[in-house]
């Protein structure tokens, strides 16, 4: 599936609603991105959160298989959103 700048930035929201019923994910998460647990409501907003959500998901594949099977996607669905957000050729994929 391809998806449009508007659609993977809706993923990316679930991926954070998803995120914050997982502490231990969401602490690796946030350590990651040097950011404190008050920074949680502004990074929300932010459009480059988005891209770095998905990339945290990607990084590891137990991690996106167990997100994708959350939210009822494929993996690859969640690099399809992250190449749209990123533009093609990033990360190796190009959008179908």
Excluded: K
Excluded at 23 to 39: I, K, S, T, V, Y
């Amino acid at each position: 599936m391809a998806y449009s700048v508007p659609q993977a930035a809706d993923l990316s929201t679930r991926v954070l609603i998803e995120l914050v019923d997982r502490p231990q994910d969401l602490a690796r998460f946030m350590d990651q991105a040097g950011l404190r647990p008050e920074d949680l409501r502004d990074m929300a907003t932010r459009p480059e959160v988005a891209l770095f959500l998905l990339d945290f998901l990607v990084e590891d594949d137990d991690r996106i298989l167990s997100f994708a099977q959350a939210l009822h996607l494929r993996p690859q669905d969640i690099m399809a959103a992250r190449t749209a957000l990123s533009g093609p050729g990033s990360y190796g994929w190009e959008a179908d």
